[in-house]
Structures are given as structure tokens and as C-alpha cells.
């Protein structure tokens, strides 16, 4: 890729190059899918037959926990919070260790294929149906912060050149997600994930060589720069009330890995598809340590292009009217002076990260819909699997939707979007798993509902609050425990005598 690195942008990366990528990487992903979904069968869609090796299962993860959001959101929203989000990803560390020796152990042991059924059998039905129904929401939502990200990216950068609208290139764009998950599901997951987060570090790798390379650095030069401490501030201790003060970063982000992993069907799925506890355990762990420090280096690549981009006077992409720091990495990968190496690893690692969270994304919604909602178990095997492919066609055209619509509403840093919704919509399912498996009683289960949805309006009214109305104190990602502990409070109160 060297010999490109002084070839003009503009001359090499067309509109029709960039698609000719895209459509020969979905070659190769349709290719793994066929090989990998010969069976077509429920057990292979839902659990892989419990075979996948934990190790393959582990590097994937990574890809699909990082997503499109931070390959591109998190680089760019370094100019405001610079390496603050490391306190975050630091309690994330903490969280993984509770899902690998907490909730693990309970998954396996009921042998469920979704999570959910677990609060079906100690809980009751309605239990099973309301924490089902906050996954749906908070993967629904999830997935489509993720894809419409990485939409606004395609639609910029190509797809405007041809005048194509942007609801064909989110059309067009799950659309191909559809097509190498719809016979395959978990099992293809597995190993399309594994390709997928190998990219997306690669472009990372190769993006931080390349701009260090057109500064005139070395690594050492960058990292011992006094230009790098302009953004390397990771504690923020000064005061409790900020929004991003360590302790409520580090909290929030424990439990934003407990509930985004442990208590997420989509996360859940590729664990409950290991061989053993002992191999879920083992991946969880390995991929925990992969993932921080595959995060820093996304950090670290965020003020490197903070820093070209002063140096060569470029502003940040302007979309709607509004400046979008998460456009920044586009904008010098693929209208920067820094070569074709770099525009082609930051389009295919852009297009794994993309696709890395949103086809798991897909699977897992196909995946508790079926069994938490319309409980195929009860159904015949040729039923269950037209059930199945009618579903995988419905979330489909449902993901279609909500991404065209975050096109008209959302203003703000995608991964801070994401996180924030994350509070609301995470909540109620840490405080059924917290009562279920830290308690021995047993609850009137058809009040859950109003237990549910009574703490999230008051999560969404503390949220909501003026910080100058409470002494300047701002609610960051402490939000999401406390709304586990308004649903815990709230089941106890409902307990049977």
C-alpha cells in the first residue's frame, strides 16, 4: 500500500471504487455464509449447535462491541472529551468479569437459548415478556445509532455524488445484512465477525502509521508530543458534579457492560454458542483486555487526526447545517492528502464495523422475537422455520425505518446517543435480573409491568432535570443503576407475602 501513499485521492477514490469494495467484500461474506450455512436449521440460526470455538467467538466480540459507532464517533469526540471515555471503558473491565462469573453460570446452567427465558422460570411470564421487550427496544435502538452512523459516512461520501437518496443507501445497506445472515444466523455471525474486527483494527493500525508518516513522526515522536497531551487528559476528578467525573464514569460503564452484554440476547447469543462455560468464560475474559486496548488506540488515532487536521487547516464536515465531528475520520481518509492505503482501509474497516454489530444485531432480534415472543419451541419444525425467515424479514424492514427516521431527529455525538439511551432503556432489565438472582422471593407477576415502566419515566424525569436546579450536578451514566434500582425497589414492593 506504500507505493499508493502519494497517489491523489481525488483521482483514485471514485463513487464507483468505493461500491466496487463494498460489493466485493459482500462477496466474500455471502461466500462464508454458504459454507457456513448448509444445514439452514433452527439450532445452527439460533445456537451454532453449541460448537463455535470460544477463541474465534472472543476476536469477534470486539468487532461487534466497537461497531461503526467507534470507529468513527469515538476519534471524533475527542476534541471534547479528549481520553475521558477511558473511565469508562475501565469499568467496563469490571463489568465483563461479572457477566463471565455471574450471569454465565445461570445461562448455562438453564440451557436457554434466549436470556429471557431465565426470568420466565424464576419470575413468570410477564417478567420474561417485559425484559424481552426492553432488549427489543434497546437493540432496535442500538443497532440503528450504529448503522445510521455509518449510513450518513456512505450517503457523504458516495451514494450524494449519484443524487441516490439516503433512504436507498439504508435500504440497500440491510438489505445485504439480510442476505449472508438470513439461512446461516449465529453460526455464519461467528466467523463473519472475526474477518470484520480484523479490518477494522487493520485501518486503525494502518491510519495511525500513515498520518504519523505525513506528520514526519515516528510512534515515539506522537506519543511523546507535546501536541498529544493537548488531549490526553483521561481523569476527570475536580468535581463530583460534572457529568464525566471519574467515579460516575466508571460505574456507569460497569453497568453499561453488565446490562449491553450480559443482559443483551445480541452479546449473549455468541457466548451461549461456546462448546462449555469453562470456553464462554475464557472468551469473555480474553476479549474484555482485547477490547481496551484496541479502544485507547481508537483514542489515540482521535488526536492524531485532531492533529493533522489543524496542521493542514481542516475544517470539520459540515452536514444539515451543523460541523460533524464524527465525519472527521471520513473526511481526511478520503479527501486528505494521505494516500490510497489509507482510503481503502478506512472504507473496508468503515464497512466491518458497520456490518460487524448490525448482522449480530439482526440475528438476535430474529432470535428472541421468535422464542420470547412467539415461543417456536411449541411448533412444529417446518413451521418454526418459516416463523423464523418471515421474522428475519420483519426486523429487516423495522431496522429500515428507524435509521431513516434518526436522519430527521438526532443532533448530537452518536456514541453519547447511544450511551445515553442505553440509561433508559437498560434499566429495567439490570433491576428483573438483579431481583431474580440476588433474591429468594417470588412476585405478583402481572403488576411488572407498571413496576417497569413507572422507573422508567423516573429515570427519564431525573435525566431530564436542569442541573442548576439541583446545585449544578449533572446526570451522566449513573443514570442506568439507578434505574435498575428504581425497577429492584419497585419488585419488592410487589413480592408475595
Known amino acids: 500500500m506504500i507505493i499508493f501513499s502519494f497517489i491523489p485521492l481525488a483521482n483514485m477514490i471514485t463513487p464507483a471504487f468505493i461500491l466496487s469494495l463494498i460489493l466485493g467484500y459482500f462477496i466474500v461474506l455471502i461466500t462464508i ?38 470507529f468513527i464517533s469515538v476519534p471524533g469526540w475527542v476534541k471534547v472529551s479528549e481520553f475521558s471515555y477511558l473511565q469508562v471503558v475501565l469499568g467496563y473491565m469490571v463489568g465483563y ?37 426492553f432488549f427489543f427496544i434497546s437493540r432496535v ?4 445509532f450504529r448503522l445510521f452512523l455509518v449510513a450518513i459516512v456512505l450517503q457523504q461520501f458516495i451514494f450524494d455524488s449519484w443524487n441516490i437518496p439516503f433512504e436507498v443507501t439504508v435500504i440497500l445497506s440491510i438489505l445485504l445484512i439480510w442476505v449472508y445472515t438470513q439461512r446461516g444466523g449465529i453460526k455464519t455471525i461467528v466467523w463473519t465477525d472475526t474477518i470484520q474486527t480484523s479490518l477494522m483494527i487493520l485501518a486503525v493500525f494502518l491510519s495511525i502509521m500513515y498520518i504519523n508518516k505525513e506528520l514526519e513522526w515516528s510512534m515515539i515522536d506522537f506519543l511523546n508530543s507535546a501536541k498529544l497531551k493537548e488531549y490526553s487528559n483521561v481523569w476527570v476528578t475536580d468535581s463530583f458534579f460534572v457529568r464525566n467525573h471519574f467515579l460516575k464514569s466508571f460505574i456507569g460503564g ?36 482485547v477490547l481496551v486496548f484496541v479502544t485507547g488506540l481508537f483514542m489515540l488515532l482521535g488526536a492524531l487526526l ?40 478506512f472504507i473496508l474497516g468503515l464497512i466491518a464495523a458497520a456490518y460487524s454489530s448490525a448482522d449480530s444485531a439482526l440475528t438476535s432480534l430474529t432470535t428472541s ?19 423464523r425467515k418471515k421474522t428475519h424479514i420483519g426486523m429487516s424492514i423495522m431496522l429500515v425505518v428507524v435509521v431513516i427516521a434518526f436522519k430527521y431527529i438526532l443532533n448530537q455525538n452518536v456514541i453519547d446517543s447511544l450511551l445515553t439511551v442505553a440509561g433508559y432503556t437498560y434499566g429495567p432489565l439490570l433491576g428483573l ?38 446545585g449544578g450536578y449533572q446526570i451522566g451514566y ?20
Open 478 to 497: 449513573e443514570l442506568l443503576p439507578l434505574n435498575g434500582i428504581f425497577t429492584f425497589l419497585g419488585l419488592i414492593l410487589i413480592r408475595s407475602k
Open 254 to 289: 460497569m453497568f453499561i457492560t453488565i446490562c449491553m452484554t450480559g443482559l443483551d440476547q445480541d452479546m449473549m447469543q455468541k457466548n451461549l454458542s461456546c462448546r462449555n462455560l469453562k470456553d464462554a468464560q475464557k472468551n469473555m475474559m480474553v476479549f474484555s483486555v
Open 369 to 387: 422475537f421468535c422464542v420470547d415472543f412467539l415461543s417456536l419451541e411449541k411448533k412444529d419444525q417446518i413451521t418454526q422455520k418459516r416463523i
Open 33 to 70: 455464509s454458504y459454507y457456513t450455512s448448509r444445514e439452514d436449521s433452527n439450532i445452527e440460526f439460533f445456537t451454532a449447535n453449541r460448537s463455535s470455538p470460544w477463541y474465534l467467538v472472543a476476536f469477534g466480540m470486539v468487532g461487534a462491541s466497537l461497531s461503526g459507532v467507534t
Open 433 to 470: 435480573f438483579a431481583f431474580g438472582i440476588f433474591t429468594d422471593y417470588t412476585i405478583k407477576d402481572k403488576y411488572v409491568w407498571i413496576v417497569v415502566f413507572t422507573s422508567v419515566i423516573l429515570s427519564s424525569f431525573l435525566g431530564g432535570i436542569d442541573p442548576t436546579l439541583i
Open 306 to 345: 485532531f492533529i493533522y487536521a489543524e496542521k493542514e487547516g481542516i475544517a470539520l464536515p459540515i452536514m444539515d447545517g451543523k460541523a460533524k465531528s464524527d465525519l472527521l475520520f471520513p473526511e481526511i481518509a478520503l479527501n486528505g492528502n494521505l494516500g490510497l492505503g489509507v482510503g481503502i482501509t
Open 97 to 133: 468479569f461479572v457477566v463471565a462469573y455471574v450471569l454465565l453460570p445461570i445461562y448455562y446452567k438453564n440451557q436457554v437459548t434466549s436470556i429471557y427465558e431465565y426470568l420466565n422460570k424464576r419470575l413468570g411470564k410477564n417478567s420474561h415478556l417485559a425484559g424481552a421487550l
Open 141 to 144: 435502538l442500538g443497532a440503528a
